[in-house]
């Protein structure tokens, strides 16, 4: 299991430079600015509300307390992507894989967010219902090209 002080160490043992945690990050904020446009444009042509439901923080109690923007949920889905992108660039370098297994991983570990995140919609009025299946199939294409885009990127850097 990965743990903040895994990914400290072997960034100071020179596994992840500098440098590839900030290509992570670009990947990261590209790849998620991507899939938030990507929901943005889905919800307005088709209503279904996947966009909200992306930038959707309802159910985290000490967030309740703020005003929150779109901005605000907006930069909160960017930090999550940047995190998620260090954190398989950290697997990938562990791992030597070569392209296809990182593509593959990418795509893999993105979907199963989409998946795991789904059901967030059940603590929420705002959002799509939990037996929308085209919300849910929106929902999955949208997270697999996040995946194929952050893994693009992922391969062509490391």
């Known amino acids: 299991m990965l743990d903040s002080r895994a990914i400290f160490l072997s960034w100071e043992c020179g596994e992840m430079s500098k440098k590839h945690i900030l290509q992570a990050t670009m990947a990261g904020v590209v790849s998620g600015i991507f899939l938030g446009l990507f929901f943005k444009f889905a919800q307005t042509v088709t209503e279904i509300k996947v966009y909200t439901l992306l930038l959707n923080v309802d159910y985290v109690p000490i967030l309740q307390s703020f005003r929150r923007s779109e901005t605000f949920e907006f930069s909160l889905h960017l930090i999550i992507s940047i995190l998620l992108s260090i954190v398989i660039l950290y697997i990938i370098q562990s791992k030597g894989w070569g392209n296809r297994e990182k593509i593959t991983f990418t795509i893999f570990v993105s979907v199963a967010v989409g998946i795991i995140l789904y059901p967030t919609t059940l603590l929420s009025e705002r959002t799509p219902a939990f037996t929308d299946m085209y919300a849910f199939l929106l929902w999955l294409?949208?997270?697999?090209?996040?995946?194929?885009?952050?893994?693009?990127?992922?391969?062509?850097?490391?």
Do not use: F, T
């Not at 294409?141 to 490391?158: C, D, F, N, P």
């Open 141 to 158: 294409v949208g997270h697999l090209i996040y995946g194929v885009l952050l893994g693009s990127m992922i391969r062509e850097k490391w």
